[in-house]
């Protein structure tokens, strides 16, 4: 294959006008694509409920979006026989789970289904989550299991939590979905993120 | 295109001293090739190669995470970035620089995965990794689309690619991608617009690096030799490639100019099914017995239709994959190294005599040819 000039020309080329307009129109439309993961992040941040929830860093490094923390939340996996909602999951499917504040002010779920419940009490939350693997134990993500530092400050943090408790700030819209909202390190917020 | 030009180079040498071409007419000849000599220069090559640094710089910049600036000025920087690239793309397009135009739209492209990682880092938004490659590619399809740019086509088919492979491996899935189909049809159809030859080349590439997947991804799909895997399946779907244009070469010319190549990638997706069934899976020994006399035959078919075809990647693909065979086989041995042998000597004997018949069927055509003239 020869990438020579002959091969890299349109064989239908558009006038100079029409192809500024194009340049122009995929210009705008890829940005508004990029406006509108940022809208609804920051829409979902600012908005949302905000819960506390505990967990535990390991670090690795992502492929394009170089060092994070993977954050492992104690209500990624329970057993959804023994909560309310449905029992009956597969890999990949979209599920619902509904938190309740309880013992130590800590999350925990109490019912899973697959569609948003109609009514939820006002101590409960719901969150979106995808199921990573079903059986009798049921494994999912939220979406809120990466945490993005700067080069080299992945294994700081996971050193800083040998010695204390960290925990998450997590922002939950009104369909369900979480985002992280920033970090605290022993009750005190550390890397609160700015929105812009 | 070198290779076209010395070829040339040495068969006028040739037909001149026959004095099948006169001088002036050859000289006409040269004369034209230099002038289109011009246009496969380096800049095209060095102006993409270019744009795709220029990405990876892009791309390793948001993976540093640089804190020092804040998110807004990281935003700003990669979304000026952006139009810049596009800018420069009409801008070249002013100057008459034809091919740096589109490395410049390819930069943009490149520019827009780039903004898409930065965002998903900045509002740490783990998600499905796979959906962040789709709407890359979505984006750079826009851009080939609209721009009627080939390189963004190109970069939109490695993209798919990544996506269907991501989305493979990151949910363990024990079924085909069925979702490439779709995208690989939503590119075809502006590359088969813009009537792009290596853009076939590639949509045919990834099409059959999918159809080999699906071998390995069906699971218990025991039909036939007791293989666990579905590559029966992909030797059947090679096979049935190659015999559609065997039958209907013509038509498939016509319509999509691209017969040739497509009854070598039918070719390569037959042997990596059987390559697999052979050498991958664990089958009786009779059965890979079987099969290695199936693939030689096979082998010898397509260098029969290559010749006869006038198809030298055809020859020269039946050639690799007959030695690649032959490699795998003398190294997993049939049994006992006796029975390996055995194998081998039939084989020989077999190939040989065809060899004979060949080279009789060769005479009479060359004596055919002498009678007429």
New interface residues.
Partial sequence: ??????????????G?KA??L??????A???A??GW??ND?VSL?NSGRQIVLNTVPVDPR?L?????VILNYAISTFKPQSLGGDDDFK??MPVFVTLRKSYRARWQPVAVTSAYPAETPKDQVVIRA?VRSAGKTLRV?Y?????????GEGKKLEQLVRQSELQVMVAIGTNGEA??KGLIVDGKVQYE???? | ?IGYRSRLERDLARWEEAGLVDARAAGEIRADMAVRGV???L???LG?LGAVLLSFAA?TF??????DL???TR?LIL?SA??AA??A??LL??MHA??LE?AA?LL?TGL?GA???L???????????PD?VL?WA??AL??GV??????ALGLTICLIMLWSWWEVVD?RWSSPHYGFLLAWTAVALPVA??????GY?MLALALAAWIVGIGYLFEDWSMFFGSRDAHPLVIIIGLAIMLSVVVAGRTIEHVTKFAGPLVVYGLGITYAGLFALQFVERIPVLTIAALAGATLVIMIAALFYGARSHNSALTRLAYSLFSIELLGLYFKTLGTLLDTALFFLLAGVIVIALAAVAWALHRRQLLGSGAQT
């Fill in positions: 294959m020869t990438a020579s000039g002959d091969q890299l020309r349109p064989n239908r080329p558009l100079n192809f500024a194009a340049l122009f129109a995929v210009a439309l890829q940005s694509a990029l993961m940022i992040r941040l992502s394009f979006r170089g060092d994070y890999r990949g995808i993500n979406g809120i299991e990466s945490y993005f530092v700067p080069e985002a992280i993120e700015p929105l812009f | 295109m246009r496969f220069a800049a095209p090559v993409i791309m948001v993976a540093a995470n640089w804190q804040t998110k807004l935003l979304f952006l139009w596009y800018g793309a009409l397009r002013y034809g091919f589109q739209i943009g827009f903004n898409i990682m965002i998903a880092q900045m509002y740490h938004i783990s998600g499905n990794p962040a709407m979505c984006g826009l851009a609209l721009l009627r740019s080939r390189p949910h617009w813009l009537r792009w030859r290596a080349h």
